[in-house]
């Protein structure tokens, strides 16, 4: 909000800091100055009044409040003085009737006759121009000078022109329509509060006056309305009519009740000033019941307690006197608390222990490290296992990538994520059309990233560890997952890379199973049918990898092939394992010896090495796939595969003529296959 | 007579090891000594002669003659053959200013990194590193933090809200709402913090982002006090940024706090003398913090008498700006490999 700091200096006898240093002063001791601005003899500052001071600081009265406590001055009252007229009274000219009452705690009017509506004086329209708002006449000006200066929001009518002379307080019938000042029709539902006189709504309560009543320079008669409506009530309307104001912005902080007298009777000192006229005697006042002050006792041990630090009594007491809190003492080291009733953020101990504190100064509290029992931070294993897998995929030479959570509906459309067994999760109010989805997959945006990359980088290798949102049985779940990719023709790269992360996760049993989709799936699959396998720990599937589909990588102009792996992480830290468990080395030598099998094309490599491995048993340590080779010096339709075998026995030195008898013994095992052939 | 002999052959042949020159004299003094047909055979096969007795000893001693020699000259033979190697070696030419071979390591994104920092400042202090979930429910990312509907208190924070299942989950605007859930089942004292995404509805540019990174810490006890508060987070920035770091504490508001206060730190980049990193302001606004409200604690169950502490919260992806000098909070979704790899 903005602030005249003349307006300000003129509650003060002495003269306050310049601009800027009043501006830190107040960011330090109350609220953020966001800006400060020479504005014509002024200066403009843009204070951030945090919304729980709302109620008594979105006023200048209510930062004169704060900078007295602050700087310790007195502030210098200036009513200007109020002469009621005897002969005439306002409830003679006005009757008010509230039906509402839970939405208007309050309605206070006073009446004011034989004005003259004119241009008001220099310094309220400068003022007004200070604090951004637009001079008018004097009337209304007036108003508007009054809600800066005390907070209280007040609306003028002009008398003659409401109906039956009758004020009613009450909810809109449903069907009724206002067109306001500024010339805008709106349409008032049922839940709307109105300010209405006999016949029609002159205005949407709290929010903006209508045009019925308007004060114009005819205008001779006229009504100050100053009430205090629910705050919940007035910020519904506001949504639902899409109109923000000054006055609704003030309601829907809410307001002390007991500020409308004063609000009031400082509107109508000033008109009779200003705009001449008689004020007629008395108000006309909905207050069925009176707010009074809150007590509250306050313990000087819990002050130092929750701040940490003993600020004497004596301070205390004039911190919150300073800031207009009764202070009285209720025996030993305890004080009985007066909240003024413009304070209406104050109900707690502690928001007595901020005023006390933030007023002496955060900066004289000292830093004291807590007093604690030693005990070490509980291991979160979840978080090591992911700080491990993210480290063994950078030393692989992958990066991490973190990608936005959501997905558009292209993207759901090109993965067919569709389906509602995915329960995909939608966001009611996206900020845009790429942010319309949770993501179910990590896939998708990895792959965007590749399209993005491809332009700067000929490899990519990248991957992501992070969640992914599904609804399922009236319950949003999210788990974690683990996806990454290589472009280019590297299924058994990857393939290498997920035995390398498992491994070093102590996870063995890994196997990998043909991923056979149903014919269902395979319509929206997104990966290569032939290049796509099921990953596989004992009987536990937990992820897939494979190469993705041409149609999914023309889809989104990728050039180069991508190999990815998806993995469930949560079912992966399961099986995690921190133990681990010395081999004995033998003792003695290992050796080896090569193998090589001219086998049919389709043969897979697991059904040779099975053979090799029944056939050695134990004495084989490892069995290692250097080269696998098709093409012009073999026969048609036929591949070599050339295995290393290394033999080694715990017990003892393998004899040559051993080694011999077991390669003997697994050639023969090969060759038992009719179409396999072993090379000698 | 032999033994003088034998002397005198030993004294002769060390000095030919030592004055041979290269490997060819040196093969000339095994020869002349060692070979079959030299001095020490002969001796060894004149032995024949002697007496039994004698013959044993003379034999011994000849025998140990024979390995020293063969010794000496196996040392020398390896100089020789060091020094050939070394000289090939300095005969060649080498270009030290070729570029080294690139050995391709991958790069972990710069947010893992601040957090895996704070995570580690924090757990040295003994506090734990809990999660929570990202889509919530209005009770706990506002409700239960003393932030009522319908207040605009609401306002300051954007919400994104999930569609179909009427105004029943959102996306989480702040990992506060795992204070509420880790209270519900642990009884103080405790400390955690809380690492995790968060969503704000909106518009993005340089300084605004929909879908980032907070961390989130709680401490509370019989005593805590915003002196420990302070100091807590001194040692924070100090381990954090290598560096002693001014800060100052300003009055600030969260329903869930009270007092609640702002953690601003000197601007490093202007020495507080106004830039556009700190708006101008000399300061950074970096952790929001505050005395843990009683209602929260009433609200996940606990009778807050005799307990207090502190909970604040801080933005990593500002963190990470802020340590690595980054100007746009975009970046650090873009997958753009340009801007990952440098970290």
Not at chain 1, 607 to 623: C, S, Y
Not at chain 2, 309 to 315: E, H, L, P, R
Request: with cysteine.
């Amino acid at each position: 909000m903005k602030f005249s700091f003349n307006w300000i200096q003129s509650f003060f006898n002495k003269k306050l800091p310049e601009p800027k240093k009043l501006a830190d002063l107040i960011t330090l001791y109350a609220f953020e100055v966001e800006k400060i601005e020479k504005f014509d003899r002024d200066f403009i500052l843009d204070i951030n009044v945090l919304p729980n001071r709302g109620p008594d600081c979105f006023s200048h009265l209510g930062i004169v409040r704060e900078l007295a406590a602050i700087l310790n001055l007195k502030i210098v009252e200036q009513k200007p003085k109020l002469i009621e007229d005897k002969e005439n009274k306002a409830q003679d000219f006005i009757k008010i009737t509230v039906s509402e009452k839970s939405a208007c705690q309050r309605y206070t009017a006073r009446v004011i006759l034989d004005v003259k509506v004119q241009p008001s004086p220099d310094f309220i329209q400068e003022r007004l121009k200070t604090c951004g708002l637009r001079p008018i006449n004097n009337i209304v000006d007036i108003s508007n000078y009054v809600m800066l200066e005390t907070g209280q929001p007040l609306h003028a009518f002009d008398l003659e022109k409401i109906s039956d002379r009758k004020i009613i307080v009450r909810k809109s019938k449903g069907r009724e329509k206002i067109i306001t000042l500024d010339e805008e029709k709106y349409d008032l539902d049922k839940d709307i509060l109105i300010i209405a006189d006999s016949k029609s709504p002159l205005a949407i309560a709290g929010i903006k006056g209508g045009k019925k009543a308007e004060i114009e320079q005819k205008t001779k008669k006229v009504v100050i309305e100053a009430a205090n409506f629910n705050q919940k009530i007035i910020r519904q309307a506001s949504k639902k009519i899409d109109l923000k104001t000054d006055a609704s912005w003030r309601f829907e902080h809410g307001l002390d009740p007991n500020l409308t007298t004063e609000a009031a009777d400082l509107a109508a000192a000033l008109i009779q000033e200003f705009a001449g006229g008689k004020i007629c005697q008395g108000f006309v006042d909905f207050y069925p019941k009176k707010v009074l002050p809150k007590k509250i006792i306050l313990d000087l041990a819990f002050v130092e307690k929750l701040i940490g630090l003993n600020i004497p009594q004596v301070k205390i007491k004039n911190i919150l006197n300073k800031l207009q809190f009764g202070v009285k003492e209720r025996g030993v080291g305890k004080l009985e608390i007066k909240v003024p009733t413009f304070r209406l953020d104050v109900s707690f101990p502690e928001d007595l222990v901020e005023e006390i504190v933030r007023i002496y100064g955060y900066q004289k509290v000292p830093a004291r490290l807590p007093m604690a029992t030693l005990i070490p931070p509980e291991k979160n294993l979840d978080i090591i296992w992911e700080y491990r897998t993210k480290n063994i995929l950078k030393e692989a030479g992958f990066s991490e990538v973190l990608n936005y959570s959501f997905l558009s509906k292209e993207d759901i459309d090109n993965f067919g994520l569709s389906q509602p067994k995915l329960g995909i999760l939608e966001i009611e109010n996206p900020t845009s059309a790429d942010f319309q989805y949770l993501r179910p997959s990590l896939i998708t945006n990895l792959l965007k990233d590749v399209k993005k990359n491809q332009k700067n980088f000929k490899e990519i290798k990248i991957f992501e560890l992070g969640k992914i949102y599904k609804y399922q049985n009236s319950k949003t779940v999210e788990k974690r997952r683990l996806t990454g990719l290589a472009t280019g023709d590297h299924f058994y790269y990857l393939k290498g890379i997920i035995d390398l992360l498992l491994n070093s996760l102590g996870i063995s049993n890994i196997w990998y199973k043909e991923c056979k989709p149903t014919p269902e799936e395979s319509k929206i699959s997104i990966w290569n049918k032939k290049k796509c396998a099921e990953i596989k720990i004992d009987q536990e599937e937990i992820g897939f990898l494979g190469e993705l589909s041409a149609k999914i990588l023309d889809n989104l102009k990728i050039e180069q092939k991508v190999v990815m792996f998806d993995i469930d992480f949560e079912k992966l830290i399961k099986l995690t394992n921190e133990e681990q468990e010395y081999q004995i080395i033998s003792t003695f030598p290992a050796a080896t010896r090569d193998i090589a099998v001219l086998v049919p094309k389709f043969t897979k490599v697991e059904e040779v090495l099975n053979k090799i491995e029944i056939a050695g048993g134990e004495i084989i340590r490892d069995i290692d796939l250097f080269d696998i080779y098709e093409g012009e010096a073999l026969p048609e339709g036929k591949k070599n595969l050339a295995f290393h075998i290394i033999y080694q026995a715990k017990d003892k030195t393998l004899s040559s003529k051993e080694i011999e008898e077991i390669q003997n013994k697994i050639i023969e095992n090969l060759e038992k296959e009719p179409d396999w052939q072993v090379r000698k | 007579m032999v033994k003088t002999n034998l002397n005198l052959l030993v004294k002769k042949a060390q000095k030919e090891i030592e004055k041979s020159r290269n490997l060819k004299e040196l093969d000339g003094v095994f020869n002349k000594y060692l070979a079959k047909k030299g001095e020490i055979s002969r001796i060894l096969n004149s032995l024949k002669k002697l007496p039994k007795k004698k013959r044993a000893k003379v034999g011994q001693k000849t025998n140990e003659i024979k390995k020293i020699l063969a010794e000496k000259i196996e040392q020398k033979k390896q100089k020789f053959k060091t020094d050939l190697k070394e000289k090939s070696d300095q005969e060649q030419w080498f270009d030290i200013t070729v570029p080294g071979k690139k050995i391709a390591l991958g790069h972990l994104h710069p947010l893992g990194q601040i957090r895996k920092k704070i995570e580690d400042i924090f757990q040295s202090m003994g506090f734990s590193v809990v999660d929570g979930p990202e889509v919530e429910t209005p009770w706990y990312n506002f409700d239960a933090l003393n932030i009522p509907a319908d207040h605009p208190a609401r306002d300051l924070w954007d919400t994104f809200w999930l569609k179909d299942v009427k105004k029943k989950f959102l996306l989480r605007t702040h990992t506060s709402p795992v204070q509420v859930r880790y209270l519900e089942k642990n009884q103080p004292p405790l400390r955690i913090i809380v690492p995790g995404r968060v969503f704000r509805h909106e518009a993005t540019d340089a300084s605004h982002e929909t879908d980032f990174w907070q961390v989130e810490g709680l401490m509370i006890g019989k005593d805590i006090s915003i002196a420990n508060f302070k100091a807590v987070i001194e040692k924070f920035l100090q381990e954090f940024f290598g560096r002693e770091t001014k800060m100052r504490l300003r009055p600030s508001y969260f329903p869930f706090v009270e007092p609640g206060f702002e953690v601003d730190i000197f601007c490093s980049a202007c020495q507080g003398n106004g830039c556009p990193v700190c708006k101008q302001m000399g300061w950074v606004e970096i952790i929001g913090a505050g005395m843990v409200h009683p209602n929260v604690l009433k609200n996940a169950g606990l009778n807050p008498k005799g307990w207090t502490g502190f909970a604040f919260g801080m933005g990593m992806n500002r963190l990470a700006m802020m340590k690595y000098k980054i100007d746009d909070i975009r970046l650090f979704n873009s997958g753009d490999l340009r801007f990952l790899q440098q970290f």
